[in-house]
């Protein structure tokens, strides 16, 4: 209530990416304080029955991630734990710092439940992260919870000096490998899928992703490793990939990335005349719901299908599940809805689970 219809309008006011790097500060401060943390645990919390669940050994306090390019330079760790969230995935992070796409990099699309979203890959830069992250472990919040799960997302940095092959490749390995070598981070994502960066989204064909994971299986990595797909993409395609991570060993797939069919919007008069980047919010959910049926349908229990697109409500969560996700990410959700979004989820999940 109170973000929804008193803060949500006031916020909406202003530039999205003001909005954004203002709540970060915010979340920041709340995370700093002990008194503050409770207090947030106390209204935005799930304080229902135990919903947590083990994927890949790893067990989440709710079922719930916030989906890579919120929290990208991992500051909110020890706010985002007191939303009734299980975990978050952070970044995509990449080997050198990275000011993103000019400005702007986020409109908001609100009539379509949507955000055109040209961030390109902005955040600090592996080392920088991995610094902030190591000294903010998070503790659980009870005895006997799990502790908030933070897995990190891998990109290429979004420069020219990525873009020949070898260079890409060498730079998602560098991320990788410092990531291991501090063993910061629960598990790893992979993104081949950033629609908005130089160079597209390269290693999003057969043969390029099998180069990129023939590299990365040089070092060693004791955590789950996945892959975060995109969605506009037939799905001989899309299985072709499929194979490929499977032929390689890795445990799993998020599903997806951005829409970048801009005939999708509900409200195409409310886009700008010129589009640039990727739909976030309605627009995925029809496209990521039906990968993730068709890889479980077609996979069955070989791989780990977080999903994620157009979540911004119990009903469409539920949809993810019941298409085959164990475990589902939400970020545009939370920009529309508020954080009351997430308490609102586990208790529509703990409440389905024991019907
Ligand atoms: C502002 C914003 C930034 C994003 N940045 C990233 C990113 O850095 N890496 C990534 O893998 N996905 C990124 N995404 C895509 C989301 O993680 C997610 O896959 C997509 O938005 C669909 O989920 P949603 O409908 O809940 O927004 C971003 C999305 C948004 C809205």
């Not at 790893?58 to 939303?83: K, V, W």
Request: hydrophobic share 35%.
């Amino acid at each position: 209530m109170l973000y929804k219809h008193i803060l949500k309008p006031i916020l909406f006011m202003f530039d999205p990416e003001a909005v954004h790097d203002f709540f970060t500060s915010c979340g920041q401060w709340i995370g700093r304080h002990a008194v503050t943390r409770k207090f947030l645990g106390i209204v935005y919390g799930y304080h229902g029955s135990d919903i947590s669940k083990t994927v890949d050994g790893i067990t989440y306090r709710t079922p719930f991630l916030l989906s890579a390019g919120f929290d990208y330079n991992g500051q909110l760790t020890r706010t985002l734990e007191h939303i009734g969230l299980g975990g978050e995935e952070v970044g995509s992070v990449t080997a050198r710092p990275c000011a993103g796409n000019p400005a702007p990099r986020l409109t908001r699309l609100p009539k379509s439940k949507s955000l055109l979203v040209n961030k390109g890959l902005k955040n600090e830069g592996v080392d920088a992260i991995i610094k902030r992250l190591k000294q903010a472990r998070t503790i659980s919040i009870k005895e006997n919870q799990p502790p908030f799960i933070v897995g990190i997302s891998i990109a290429r940095t979004n420069d020219e000096q990525s873009v020949p092959i070898e260079a890409g490749i060498a730079d998602y390995l560098y991320s990788f490998k410092r990531l291991n070598e501090e063993n910061v981070g629960d598990y790893y994502t992979v993104n081949i899928s950033c629609p908005n960066s130089f160079g597209g989204e390269a290693f999003a064909t057969p043969e390029l992703l099998t180069r990129l994971l023939t590299a990365l299986k040089s070092i060693p990595c004791t955590k789950p490793i996945y892959i975060k797909m995109p969605i506009n993409v037939l799905w001989e395609r899309f299985e072709a990939l499929l194979k490929i991570i499977d032929a390689h060993g890795l445990q799993g797939v998020v599903i997806g990335n951005l829409n970048k069919d801009y005939d999708s919007l509900d409200v195409p008069s409310e886009a700008p005349a010129v589009f640039k980047g990727g739909l976030s919010g309605k627009p995925c959910t029809h496209l990521s719901t039906d990968l993730i049926y068709k890889t479980r349908e077609v996979y069955g229990k070989r791989f780990t299908i977080i999903g994620v697109g157009g979540v911004m409500s119990p009903e469409t969560m539920q949809e993810k599940f019941d298409a085959g996700a164990d475990l589902v990410q939400v970020i545009t959700g939370l920009i529309f809805e508020g954080p009351g979004l997430i308490k609102n989820l586990g208790k529509a999940y703990a409440q389905n689970r024991s019907n």
